[in-house]
């Protein structure tokens, strides 16, 4: 930065010139419709994706049943499994043996076991046990099933067996659970919140990433370079625009998050705006670190993919935080989507406010400020 | 092209009387001289024209000028602030126009102007662009995308927006390649309109019949200035004696008279020849075996520009290989 000593307009020109840059970059960024388009259009998609992809009430699961007895009850409970849509009976097994086969090559994520005898145990009210066997290893697809077995199963007996229950407050039978691989499971709310993170991070890197080196590569940046504008107020000029771009994106997100996935906003909505609004500017600057480090558009490119790769990995987002190693905590915590999603979670789902999570908030800002620090030092106004 | 001409408004041109004074500049890239201990002076509102060929450092002097590039030694002033240290107030007062169109081509001919004029913390931006558009004679078309423009009318903007800022300095690189006759005669006109009014000019150009438009020129080749001065100082500077040949096969006189000693430079323009060397009675030696050729005719005439910078540049060349 060269001092303002040094330009005949003072600091009441700074204003004028980041204004000049804003609005430039404002009129570049309507012109390019496609551009424009991909904006309002990618979050949405990438939900809708994402979302459905991850969906928390998975549908046709592979499921097998293993018959320990021929009977009217078993059978009962083998039809009303096929006919929800939870469930997709892929084979009826006999032997014990054949559960693990199926469990581990993956043709089966659940085997419902009707134990010997469990007929005859329900007639007696006996409470016997229907046994199920899940592979947890994708947790959020086991859970909701596992909870929808058991009112399956009453609504089967009740409906088609004409099985009375003597006490209606003591369950007719009991489901032993047993999830294989990852007995500890993890929240299915988690994935909108994360996904908002992600999908700003991807979309608000890549705006900035390019708006230096398109400069360039266009040969305007000798003409910009001759002007009296200082890097500073290049920077915040282009990156202005896309905070207003970067919530539209985040109000999309939580509206159709809402709407579609049913997540909540149990927290301050200000608080929201205010920790999504302040990681908008932060990844937008980092955005900007790359262009100006980057000597083409390609370069730039790839340096936004390479810094969204860990986001994704280490922030917690993809694998729980707290199950990473160390170092990889450690790079976790140098990441804003971390942090970010952290907040969002807290917000969305437990009702946190901005103040109760002043770390997290604090890593962000020092993130951005560190991001605009490199960035402007980088920015060469010469061009040696 | 309207004749409004883009200058209507005079200027209060606030410069010292040398508004360029640079000494010794050099500048490397990857370690070849790219300029090469340049000094040069240009009065106050003077047309300075920059002459030479295809990557002789003309674009690299003058980026030095204007804070573009930082020169590897040499130091001087840019309408009295130093090249140096004073880049900023430099930007703020010279109105640079690169060799490539270089304003927003996804930007309207409005849009630009008034970029322009808000970088610059001109009041009235809106008004400002107004006023340019009206000068350009470019009402009506201000919506207009800035890279739908034709050569000439590109050309004519970017002159609009080095302007608008009132500079007191305009440093062109090439302002004209490309460009057709008409549109560059309008655009001389509208240099020499500017120039009257204090404005100050440094234009680099490949056309000979521009840089005799200029007060003065300057010659580079091979990063090193070679000639300054009037077009006749630089003409005399290189004390050349030139023939004209004229007759039905001149080219093959010239195969045959490109090894005689005396003559330094041979040049064909058309069906005649241009014959000149630095020592009037050794060139009269070397061309008097061929005088009494039958279908020629020799006649004794003035060394054009373009014979002196031709020659300007084989001796650079000889000097250089």
């Known amino acids: 930065m060269t001092g303002t000593a040094a330009n005949g307009n003072g600091n009441n020109g700074s204003f004028g010139r980041f204004w000049a840059m804003t609005v430039k970059e404002f009129i570049q960024m309507t012109r390019d419709r496609i551009t424009l388009a991909t904006m309002v259009m990618l979050p949405i998609m990438q939900l809708f994706l994402f979302g459905f992809a991850i969906n928390t009430t998975p549908h046709n699961l592979p499921t097998a049943v293993l018959m320990r007895e021929n009977t009217d009850v078993g059978r009962s409970i083998l039809a009303a499994l096929e006919n929800t849509d939870f469930f997709r009976i892929e084979t009826v097994i006999t032997r014990a043996e054949d559960m693990d086969e199926l469990l581990q090559s993956g043709r089966a994520l659940f085997v419902v076991e009707i134990p010997e005898g469990f007929e005859r145990s329900l007639r007696r009210g006996e409470t016997p046990s229907l046994l199920v066997a899940a592979d947890a290893t994708d947790p959020v697809a086991s859970s909701s099933a596992l909870s929808a077995l058991s009112g399956i199963v009453t609504t089967a007996l009740a409906n088609d067996r004409q099985i009375e229950f003597s006490e209606p407050t003591k369950p007719a039978f009991s489901i032993v659970q047993h999830r294989r691989y990852n007995p500890a499971g993890s929240s299915t709310l988690n994935i909108v919140p994360g996904l908002l993170g992600t999908i700003l991070t991807m979309t608000l890197l890549i705006f900035t990433a390019l708006s230096v080196t398109r400069e360039v590569e266009r040969g305007t940046m000798e003409n910009l370079l001759s002007m009296p504008i200082r890097p500073l107020e290049i920077m915040l000029g282009k990156i202005a625009p896309y905070v207003l771009i970067g919530l539209v994106q985040a109000l999309l997100i939580i509206a159709a998050g809402f709407l579609v996935f049913r997540v909540p906003i149990l927290g301050d909505p200000a608080s929201l705006t205010a920790a999504t609004a302040l990681f908008v500017v932060t990844n937008l600057s980092i955005g900007y670190t790359f262009s100006t480090i980057a000597a083409n558009q390609l370069q730039a490119m790839q340096m936004a993919m390479m810094f969204f790769l860990p986001n994704i990995l280490l922030s917690g987002f993809m694998f729980p935080f707290a199950g990473m190693p160390n170092w990889a905590q450690w790079i976790g915590e140098a990441l804003p989507l971390t942090h970010y999603i952290r907040i969002v979670r807290a917000v969305m789902l437990k009702g946190a406010n901005i103040e109760t999570l002043a770390y997290d908030t604090a890593a962000l800002a020092a993130l951005m400020a560190i991001a605009m620090l490199i960035a402007v030092r980088r920015f060469r106004r010469t061009l040696d | ?321």
């Open chain 2, 1 to 321: 092209m309207t004749e409004t001409g883009i200058a209507a408004e005079p200027y209060r041109i606030d410069a010292p009387e040398t508004v360029i004074d640079v000494h010794h500049l050099t500048k490397s890239f990857g370690g070849r001289k790219v300029v090469d201990d340049v000094s040069m002076s240009v009065k106050k509102g003077r047309i300075h024209g920059f002459l030479g060929p295809n990557g002789s450092g003309k674009t690299t002097t003058i980026r030095m000028l204007c804070g573009l590039l930082t020169p590897d030694s040499g130091d001087g002033t840019c309408l009295g602030f130093d090249i140096l240290t004073e880049s900023d107030r430099i930007r703020r007062r010279v109105g640079y126009m690169t060799q490539k169109f270089s304003l927003y081509q996804d930007l309207s001919i409005r849009e630009n102007l008034e970029f322009v004029a808000r970088v610059y913390g001109l009041p009235d931006p809106r008004g400002k662009a107004s006023a340019a558009i009206e000068r350009l004679g470019l009402k009506g078309r201000e919506k207009q995308l800035a890279g739908e423009l034709s050569g000439g009318w590109k050309q004519r903007l970017a002159l609009g927006a080095c302007i608008l800022p009132e500079p007191a300095l305009l440093l062109l690189d090439e302002p004209t390649a490309g460009v057709d006759p008409k549109a560059r005669r309008d655009f001389w006109n509208e240099i020499h309109a500017l120039a009257a009014e204090g404005l100050s000019v440094l234009v680099s150009t490949h056309y000979m019949d521009e840089a005799e438009r200029c007060h003065e020129i300057a010659y580079i080749a091979y990063g090193k200035l070679l000639a300054e001065g009037t077009v006749d100082e630089v003409i005399a500077g290189t004390g050349l004696v030139t023939w004209t040949v004229s007759g039905p096969d001149v080219h093959r006189l010239q195969t045959e008279l490109e090894t005689v000693p005396g003559i330094d430079m041979i040049a064909p323009f058309g069906t005649s020849l241009h014959v000149a060397g630095r020592d009037a009675d050794a060139l009269e030696k070397a061309i008097a075996p061929y005088r009494d050729r039958p279908g020629l005719r020799w006649e004794k005439g003035e060394a054009t520009l373009e014979d002196a910078f031709i020659d300007l540049m084989r001796r650079s060349e000889d000097n250089f290989q």
